[in-house]
């Protein structure tokens, strides 16, 4: 018997039938197998290559083949800015040398060669252009402390600019020229499609001070965080070095998703971890500065920290570490809603309050003056409250942290790993307390719980179970309720400096 396999446009098909077989037709019959197989590997090589093509997913599909197209589209906008900044001169080496050294003579001949008269410094760096009259983007950075600021255009033109104000929260300037009828680049959604990580995006500026340069990568992630209480930053791959500061990382539709402001280098030159403030942020701060020439931001007036996880147990009500829980109130807004310490916030303007990051970019982003619904857990239930922002410049040059004291009555105990002591003039003078309403830890078992949670003798424990404490009695009541409620831990407000924060101890300890 020979097997005959027929191939066809659908695919491979095996069919088996019987041939009688001679011996005159058994060459006849082994060449005609040979030639069945040939065409039928063949044929079956080809239908899996079909198959293989139609299966390659269309993301791959969506891969561009040049970026020269987008590249040719934004270029006109983006600009080489160069400040000029003038310094003092240089007096020379005084003190370096002594009197009657034999480098005397050499090193004052030196120092002759200037007059000490201030000098010109140069700097250079990148922007783009927002608007058709003229206004244009970059990073405070680039600019700060500089004299002149000239703006080099992609066709060579060269213009002053002037400095409409800048936001050092954000790295962010907003700059104008004198110009009508500019090409100009428009923002994009930097939290859409198109902004996600393992997108395709563009970043251009003029590196090192070679002039207009492009490079490609793909969003690597998002919501970075440096230094700043605003961050979000865009990390990405494609290529930015010293110049690119304050160049635009564009999308594949040609809008600006971040303003390139950072990379993570030992040597100085790009490694592929760079960093790009994200427009969520920078549309903010830019129509801010168009406006005002400076930033308004919303103010609540509230401390906080995040909740963590071996909190949840001793906070009532709350069965996850999330929210922004307040540790001081100071005079302000907060105050005024009725929000109080020990409160975790929850919702903001009907927003989900991750942890106090997000709710500081929220608030943050918010109007002056506009009414917001707050919802905060407190002592178990949920309270709803309304906040009249106020403005965050204004309250941190007014300085308006400051709290009222009370006087307490001393004594003594050991609790949880740590000893405990009511606060008494000599304590205050010894720890430096700037309060004396609370239990001043004087000593902490270095085994001991506490001393994990990074509590140290001269830190201010001011409420425990979300209450204030003043006496040790007051402490050991909190520590009883806890036990008798069948609570793990307790949460401590506990003050270092002026800084508070929550920290939970287990009861059992």
């Not at 197998?33 to 139609?54: D, E, K, P, T």
């Not at 000490?116 to 405070?140: H, K, M, Q, W």
């Not at 962010?172 to 009508?180: F, G, N, P, Q, S």
Request: glycine residues 12%; contains cysteine.
């Amino acid at each position: 018997m020979i097997t005959v396999i027929a191939v066809h446009s659908g695919g491979v098909c095996i069919n088996t039938k019987e041939i009688p077989v001679t011996s005159k037709a058994i060459a006849v019959q082994s060449s005609t197998r040979r030639n069945a197989i040939s065409h039928a590997l063949a044929a079956l090589m080809m239908g899996l290559a079909i198959l293989a093509a139609q299966a390659v997913p269309s993301f791959a599909q969506d891969r561009p083949a040049t970026f020269a197209d987008l590249a040719e589209m934004v270029s006109p906008s983006v600009v080489n800015i160069t400040t000029t900044t003038v310094v003092a001169g240089r007096t020379g080496p005084q003190g370096i040398v002594p009197e009657g050294s034999p480098f005397e003579d050499f090193f004052r001949e030196f120092d002759d060669r200037g007059d000490g008269a201030p000098r010109r410094s140069s700097a250079l760096g990148s922007g783009f252009v927002i608007s058709a009259d003229g206004y244009i983007v970059t990073n405070n950075h680039v600019i700060e402390g500089a004299d002149e600021i000239m703006i080099e255009f992609f066709s060579g033109e060269e213009l002053p600019a002037e400095l409409i104000g800048t936001d050092p929260n954000t790295d962010i300037a907003l700059l104008k020229v004198d110009a009508t009828d500019l090409p100009f680049v428009v923002f994009g959604d930097s939290n859409a499609v198109g902004a996600r990580v393992g997108d395709w995006v563009i970043a251009m500026g003029n590196p090192l001070g070679q002039g207009f340069s492009v490079s490609a990568g793909i969003v690597s992630a998002r919501n970075r965080a440096l230094s700043g209480t605003y961050d979000d930053y865009i990390q990405t791959d494609a290529a930015i070095n010293r110049g690119n500061s304050g160049g635009p990382l564009f999308n594949m539709d040609g809008e600006v998703i971040g303003v390139n402001t950072a990379i993570l280098s030992p040597n100085g030159g790009s490694i592929g971890i760079g960093f790009a403030m994200s427009s969520a942020v920078v549309i903010n701060v830019v129509d801010q500065l168009r406006e005002f020439g400076e930033t308004r931001r919303g103010w609540l007036g509230v401390r906080i920290q995040d909740v963590t996880p071996d909190m949840v147990d001793a906070i009532e009500g709350l069965d996850a570490a999330h929210g922004a829980m307040v540790t001081d109130v100071p005079t302000g807004p907060a105050e005024d809603a009725g929000i109080l310490s020990g409160d975790v916030i929850l919702t903001f303007d009907g927003t989900e309050v991750a942890d106090t990051r997000q709710l500081v970019q929220i608030v943050g982003n918010s109007p002056v003056g506009k009414s917001v619904a707050v919802e905060v857990l407190r002592a178990g239930g949920m309270e709803s409250l309304t906040v009249v922002l106020g403005r965050r410049e204004t309250a941190e040059a007014a300085g308006t942290e400051q709290l009222d004291e009370a006087p307490t009555e001393p004594a003594a105990a050991d609790l949880m790993g740590m000893t405990l002591s009511e606060v008494t003039p000599e304590l205050m003078q010894e720890f430096q307390l700037s309060g004396n309403d609370g239990l001043v830890v004087t000593q902490v078992a270095a085994d001991s719980e506490a001393a994990d949670k990074g509590i140290q003798p001269g830190d201010l424990i001011t409420e425990a179970g979300q209450q204030k404490v003043v006496t040790v009695s007051d402490l050991e009541d909190r520590v009883d309720e806890g036990n008798e409620a069948g609570r793990k831990s307790i949460l401590l407000l506990v003050r270092r400096g002026g800084d508070p924060r929550f920290v939970a101890l287990s009861l059992d300890e």
